[in-house]
């Protein structure tokens, strides 16, 4: 009823290629940020900050990195947890050897590492596609779990063979996962996925990311077109990888607080992919969505018979929260197999033409 | 073909470049070309030209390497024995993009739309060559990467226009009847302002009404743009029409090139597609 682009002329090119064309979606999004930032910090207790929000973002972050890959490059892969932890490793050794530079920095410096090793192992891409190149991927996390353990030079040598972040300051202030104030951690992850979603949106809107979608939809139309295949695929490995990076960097100094090498094992890959197919292949709002309802939803489940007095002991909710979300994976995927995104854009496009059937 | 055909509403999408190569000189040419896949011969010894401005089709029996020969053109197959000139310059083994930059664009027999993307960004797609943006100046998008997506995306909409797809602009090409997917198809080819236009059987499975429309637009490249297409066809009364030259190929071999009534009364020609009893 009030999702009406009604009266809303576009009168040039510029208005008519903004991301949010409609200006109800503009007013939505801003609410949605405000509450992110202003809201919720006022509202959350620790628990919610430390075991949900923050793990949340950082999760929906690695998804719209395999996303760029997966979903709008069309390069399936199964090495994100691996390229999560390259990232990882690499913040804590700039961490160690300049510990004077802002963290946050760091967190940016780390993705170029992940980036360059999603370019070495994004090569194979050239030659071999689908499920063959998830193959190689897989190669790419063992290879890179094998090196967290057997190069301890990555883990300054110490015994634990652990990597922890070593009380990081900003501002004068410590945010790290032991001592930090939770709400300053949640706003920098904020920040930092909100500012790289953005980033993301503009590079798939434009050339580069037009390139990326031509070769995911047809590789030999797209080279005559002009693509090269060999900067499509590579940039999207790399792009994708050092969002999987910056991810990984986080997850080590703002949530886990340390980490090693069984935090970025094949695992991690998968429940990133998941995030992906259920959110919506080709959709960043849906990686926020998959990583809601892979991460989220099961927390959320687990706490409801506690909340409400229901008397199920943990042990029993924790079984059944898995056989639940198992079954909605399944009647979801069989439903709408596009996942939420596509979900969400047909609600919208049936609240755009209601009470009519179709416009 | 004076310069003020190739304008229509204001719009230019001529092949601009200034090559030298006048009207009616030979823009590409085939010699002795061979390709063969193992012991199989796709193509033996092809020799033909192209010259600016003209139709010029490609027929002959199914499996007479016509495909093929546009595969060669442009990149994808690269001949065994032979060579390829275009514009003046002799090309050795030469890809498809690098094809795609030197002026040659393409359509398939198949369609081979993104079909995941709206036929304004497959269109869109077809000016990627054109596009200068980088990663950083992409990033933030305001500023020179708006004013070049705004840029092209008027060119595109000339494009739209012109082939009268205005209504469809928004919808994703999977969805789009295959007549208008053909027609998509095209655009996307001419977004890149091609100097040559390979048609690969651009009215295979139309009805009779798609294929006086397709037929209208080809004419139409061709008149106002200036744009020298190479047409591959298997409706004789299209090639007949719009052709100005007709090369005509059968296992592989050439076995006619001429005008069209010429390449009509051949002999060899006719027994190809008739067949000769033994």
């Given at each position: 009823m009030f999702y009406r682009e009604a009266g809303q002329f576009k009168t040039n090119y510029r208005d008519d290629q903004a991301i949010f064309p409609i200006l109800q979606d503009r007013i939505g999004l801003g609410i949605i940020i405000a509450f992110a930032f202003i809201g919720v910090p006022l509202l959350a207790n620790d628990f919610w900050m430390n075991s949900i929000m923050i793990p949340f973002l950082i999760w929906?972050?690695?998804?719209?990195?395999?996303?760029?890959?997966?979903?709008?490059?069309?390069?399936?892969?199964?090495?994100?947890?691996?390229?999560?932890?390259?990232?990882?490793?690499?913040?804590?050794?700039?961490?160690?050897?300049?510990?004077?530079?802002?963290?946050?920095?760091?967190?940016?410096?780390?993705?170029?590492?992940?980036?360059?090793?999603?370019?070495?192992?994004?090569?194979?891409?050239?030659?071999?596609?689908?499920?063959?190149?998830?193959?190689?991927?897989?190669?790419?996390?063992?290879?890179?779990?094998?090196?967290?353990?057997?190069?301890?030079?990555?883990?300054?040598?110490n015994d634990s063979g652990a990597i922890d972040s070593t009380t990081p300051k900003l501002f004068g202030l410590p945010i790290d996962p032991a001592s930090g104030d939770p709400v300053h951690r949640y706003l920098i992850v904020l920040s930092i996925v909100v500012f790289l979603t953005w980033i993301a949106s503009n590079v798939i809107r434009g050339r580069i990311g037009r390139s990326w979608m031509m070769i995911r939809d047809m590789d030999i139309a797209a080279e005559?077109?002009?693509?090269?295949?060999?900067?499509?695929?590579?940039?999207?490995?790399?792009?994708?990888?050092?969002?999987?990076?910056?991810?990984?960097?986080?997850?080590?100094?703002?949530?886990?607080?340390?980490?090693e090498v069984?935090?970025?094992?094949?695992?991690?890959?998968?429940?990133?992919?998941?995030?992906?197919?259920?959110?919506?292949?080709?959709?960043?709002?849906?990686?926020?969505?998959?990583?809601?309802?892979?991460?989220?939803?099961?927390?959320?489940?687990?706490a409801l018979p506690g909340f409400f007095n229901l008397g199920i002991n943990a042990a029993t909710m924790e079984h059944v929260t898995s056989v639940l979300i198992g079954s909605l994976i399944i009647a979801f995927l069989i439903l709408e197999p596009h996942g939420f995104a596509r979900l969400w854009q047909i609600t919208k496009e049936k609240l755009r033409n209601w009470p009519f059937p179709y416009g | 073909m004076n310069a003020h055909d190739s304008k229509i509403h204001g719009m230019d999408l001529s092949s601009g470049r200034n090559d030298g190569i006048a009207q009616g000189d030979e823009l590409l040419k085939v010699e002795n070309v061979t390709l063969r896949f193992g012991g199989v011969t796709a193509i033996e010894d092809i020799s033909f030209n192209i010259l600016k401005g003209e139709v010029r089709a490609i027929i002959g029996p199914n499996g007479a390497g016509k495909t093929s020969m546009l595969n060669v053109i442009n990149g994808f197959y690269h001949p065994q024995e032979g060579s390829i000139t275009f514009r003046g310059e002799k090309r050795s083994r030469m890809r498809p993009?690098?094809?795609?930059?030197?002026?040659?664009?393409?359509?398939?027999?198949?369609?081979?739309?993104?079909?995941?993307?709206?036929?304004?960004?497959?269109?869109?797609?077809?000016?990627?060559?054109?596009?200068?943006?980088?990663?950083?100046?992409?990033?933030?998008?305001?500023?020179?990467?708006?004013?070049?997506?705004?840029?092209?995306?008027?060119?595109?909409?000339?494009?739209?226009?012109?082939?009268?797809?205005?209504?469809?602009?928004?919808?994703?090409?999977?969805?789009?009847p295959y007549g208008l997917q053909k027609r998509v198809e095209l655009g996307r080819a001419l977004a890149l302002e091609p100097d040559l236009l390979l048609l690969d059987e651009p009215m295979a499975g139309m009805n009779l009404e798609e294929k006086e429309d397709m037929s209208r637009f080809i004419i139409d490249v061709n008149r106002q743009f200036g744009t020298t297409i190479a047409l591959i066809e298997h409706d004789m009364g299209v090639v007949m029409d719009l052709a100005d030259r007709v090369v005509v190929l059968d296992?592989?071999?050439?076995?006619?090139?001429?005008?069209?009534?010429?390449?009509?009364?051949?002999?060899?020609?006719?027994d190809a597609y008739l067949g000769v009893p033994h």
């Amino acid at each position: 009823m009030f999702y009406r682009e009604a009266g809303q002329f576009k009168t040039n090119y510029r208005d008519d290629q903004a991301i949010f064309p409609i200006l109800q979606d503009r007013i939505g999004l801003g609410i949605i940020i405000a509450f992110a930032f202003i809201g919720v910090p006022l509202l959350a207790n620790d628990f919610w900050m430390n075991s949900i929000m923050i793990p949340f973002l950082i999760w929906a972050l690695a998804a719209v990195g395999l996303n760029i890959l997966t979903g709008y490059s069309g390069q399936l892969s199964l090495g994100t947890g691996a390229f999560m932890g390259v990232g990882a490793y690499a913040c804590y050794k700039l961490v160690t050897i300049f510990p004077d530079v802002n963290i946050i920095i760091h967190f940016f410096i780390s993705g170029f590492f992940a980036a360059g090793i999603g370019i070495l192992f994004g090569l194979p891409s050239l030659r071999i596609k689908g499920l063959y190149l998830a193959i190689t991927t897989l190669a790419a996390q063992f290879f890179l779990e094998w090196s967290f353990i057997r190069i301890p030079w990555l883990y300054n040598y110490n015994d634990s063979g652990a990597i922890d972040s070593t009380t990081p300051k900003l501002f004068g202030l410590p945010i790290d996962p032991a001592s930090g104030d939770p709400v300053h951690r949640y706003l920098i992850v904020l920040s930092i996925v909100v500012f790289l979603t953005w980033i993301a949106s503009n590079v798939i809107r434009g050339r580069i990311g037009r390139s990326w979608m031509m070769i995911r939809d047809m590789d030999i139309a797209a080279e005559l077109m002009g693509i090269r295949p060999l900067y499509a695929k590579l940039s999207a490995f790399a792009m994708s990888s050092y969002y999987c990076g910056v991810a990984g960097a986080m997850m080590v100094f703002l949530w886990l607080g340390s980490a090693e090498v069984e935090s970025f094992d094949i695992n991690k890959s998968f429940l990133v992919l998941f995030m992906v197919i259920i959110g919506g292949l080709g959709s960043l709002i849906g990686c926020f969505m998959g990583a809601f309802f892979i991460f989220v939803l099961p927390i959320i489940m687990r706490a409801l018979p506690g909340f409400f007095n229901l008397g199920i002991n943990a042990a029993t909710m924790e079984h059944v929260t898995s056989v639940l979300i198992g079954s909605l994976i399944i009647a979801f995927l069989i439903l709408e197999p596009h996942g939420f995104a596509r979900l969400w854009q047909i609600t919208k496009e049936k609240l755009r033409n209601w009470p009519f059937p179709y416009g | 073909m004076n310069a003020h055909d190739s304008k229509i509403h204001g719009m230019d999408l001529s092949s601009g470049r200034n090559d030298g190569i006048a009207q009616g000189d030979e823009l590409l040419k085939v010699e002795n070309v061979t390709l063969r896949f193992g012991g199989v011969t796709a193509i033996e010894d092809i020799s033909f030209n192209i010259l600016k401005g003209e139709v010029r089709a490609i027929i002959g029996p199914n499996g007479a390497g016509k495909t093929s020969m546009l595969n060669v053109i442009n990149g994808f197959y690269h001949p065994q024995e032979g060579s390829i000139t275009f514009r003046g310059e002799k090309r050795s083994r030469m890809r498809p993009y690098e094809a795609a930059a030197s002026g040659i664009a393409r359509t398939f027999q198949n369609v081979a739309l993104f079909t995941g993307m709206s036929t304004l960004d497959n269109i869109m797609s077809g000016r990627s060559l054109k596009m200068k943006q980088n990663f950083l100046t992409q990033m933030f998008y305001f500023g020179p990467a708006r004013n070049e997506e705004i840029e092209h995306r008027r060119r595109v909409e000339e494009i739209i226009d012109f082939l009268e797809i205005a209504h469809i602009r928004r919808q994703p090409v999977g969805k789009l009847p295959y007549g208008l997917q053909k027609r998509v198809e095209l655009g996307r080819a001419l977004a890149l302002e091609p100097d040559l236009l390979l048609l690969d059987e651009p009215m295979a499975g139309m009805n009779l009404e798609e294929k006086e429309d397709m037929s209208r637009f080809i004419i139409d490249v061709n008149r106002q743009f200036g744009t020298t297409i190479a047409l591959i066809e298997h409706d004789m009364g299209v090639v007949m029409d719009l052709a100005d030259r007709v090369v005509v190929l059968d296992y592989g071999k050439k076995i006619a090139d001429g005008e069209p009534a010429e390449v009509q009364s051949s002999q060899e020609v006719i027994d190809a597609y008739l067949g000769v009893p033994h």
